[in-house]
Each structure stands twice: as structure tokens, then as C-alpha cells.
């Protein structure tokens, strides 16, 4: 049983690169979230669909970061261009997106921009 | 008042003995409480979760215990464990939008020998 898959696992990249994160959500779960973890501000989310439909992107930091899901299979997070201050980790998590399922997330991304 | 607040950051327990979570919330509109566990370098997973028509909720050594009026829940995990040795997130989210979950910062648990 697959449980949400992200990769790459870890990223290293250099200030002003674009970075793409990525994220197969469970077969049937029709919700997707995107969270940052950071010591400072612990997990933020960042931004969530439903039905493959962007529901929520309040917390996208800026037009830097964008997230798309073409497909209920797939998603992506975009970070363009990357700065130190976006080294985190980043989780992709899925639900079945009724009532209070819970969230499955995958193992994360560590994104490193030096 | 989206806030949901944690503590302790960081809790030594030795083995055998009870560990304890508090959080607090501002947002009234909160109904649906679930605790996250968090491995090292894997995310974090349900633990236990609770809804405001009940005060306690038990599952095997992990208790919620909830005060509606004072807008506090804590989680308590008896016998504690080196196996518990983890990373605890309280969360909170409202009737609308059930799925957008606030996180507490996190209380890493150290269970020791």
C-alpha cells in the first residue's frame, strides 16, 4: 500500500535557481496539501486543492512559489527563483477530502538554497 | 487568533512514566482536534484525534483530554516508551474547512531508558 510519494527526497540548489518539488498523492484521496516546515514557524500550509481545483493558496508566500495538480495523480511545487530564507522542508500530504479524514503525508522534500 | 499554541518545546520522560502535551486555541470556530507524531526524517502521522461533544478521548496508552471552556486540550501517553520518542504536533481546524488544519510549533519527547 503506497502511501504519498515526494521527490527528490533531498535538493541543493544555488540563490536564483529554479526548484520543482513533486508529489503522487494516494490512489482514491481527492485532497492535496502542500506544507513548509521550519524550526521558526513549525508547519505552515502553503496551499491546498480538491478535486485537482486550488481551493486555498492564502498561504503561498509570494509569486515566487507556485503549485499546480494537472492531474489527481500529481503535483508540483514550483520555487522560482529560490532564496537562502526557502531552505525547509516540504511536505505533501493527501486526504479522501470528507468531513475530518485524515491527512497521509509523504516523507518530504529537504530543500537546501545556499 | 488562527493560533494554536504549544507546550512544552522540548519534555524528557523516563521510560515507564506519563508524558503530557497542552495546547490552547483562541479561535471558537475550532471544532476538531487531532494530535500528529513526527519520526525523524519522515512527516508526521495521526495520532489520536477528538471533537469537542466529548471531554476524553482513549486509545490504548494515548489519552486527548479536552476543556471546552477554557479552550485547552492536552495529550497524555501513559507508560511511556523509547518508542514514543517523537516529534507531537497539536492541530486544530473549523467546521468549514475541516481539512485546514493549524499546527501547534511541536514538542519533541524524549523517552529515556
Not at chain 1, 478535486?51 to 509570494?62: F, H, L, Q, R, Y
Request: aromatic share 10%; net charge positive.
Amino acid at each position: 500500500d503506497a502511501g504519498v510519494i515526494q521527490s527528490p527526497r533531498h535538493e541543493v540548489t544555488e540563490m536564483g535557481q529554479e526548484v520543482t518539488l513533486r508529489c503522487k498523492p494516494i490512489s482514491g484521496h481527492n485532497s492535496l496539501f502542500w506544507y513548509r516546515q521550519t524550526m521558526m514557524r513549525g508547519l505552515e500550509l502553503l496551499i491546498y486543492f480538491n478535486n485537482n481545483v486550488p481551493i486555498d493558496d492564502s498561504g503561498m508566500p509570494e509569486d515566487r512559489f507556485s503549485a499546480k495538480m494537472p492531474n489527481a495523480s500529481f503535483s508540483t511545487l514550483k520555487i522560482q527563483p529560490s532564496e537562502p530564507r526557502d531552505s525547509a522542508v516540504y511536505f505533501c500530504a493527501s486526504s479522501l477530502g470528507n468531513g475530518y479524514s485524515p491527512l497521509h503525508f509523504g516523507n518530504g522534500t529537504r530543500l537546501t538554497v545556499t | 487568533q488562527q493560533q494554536v499554541k504549544q507546550s512544552p518545546q522540548s519534555l524528557i520522560v523516563q521510560k515507564g512514566g506519563i508524558s503530557i502535551i497542552n495546547c490552547a486555541y483562541e479561535n471558537t470556530a475550532f471544532d476538531y482536534f487531532p494530535w500528529y507524531q513526527q519520526f525523524p526524517g519522515k512527516g508526521p502521522a495521526l495520532l489520536i484525534a477528538i471533537r469537542p461533544d466529548v471531554s476524553e478521548k482513549k486509545e490504548g496508552r494515548f489519552t486527548i483530554s479536552f476543556n471546552k471552556s477554557a479552550k485547552q486540550f492536552s495529550l497524555h501517553i501513559m507508560d511511556s516508551q523509547p518508542g514514543d520518542s517523537a516529534t507531537y504536533f497539536c492541530a486544530a481546524s473549523p467546521v468549514q474547512g475541516a481539512q485546514k488544519l493549524v499546527f501547534g510549533q511541536g514538542t519533541r519527547l524524549t523517552i529515556n531508558p
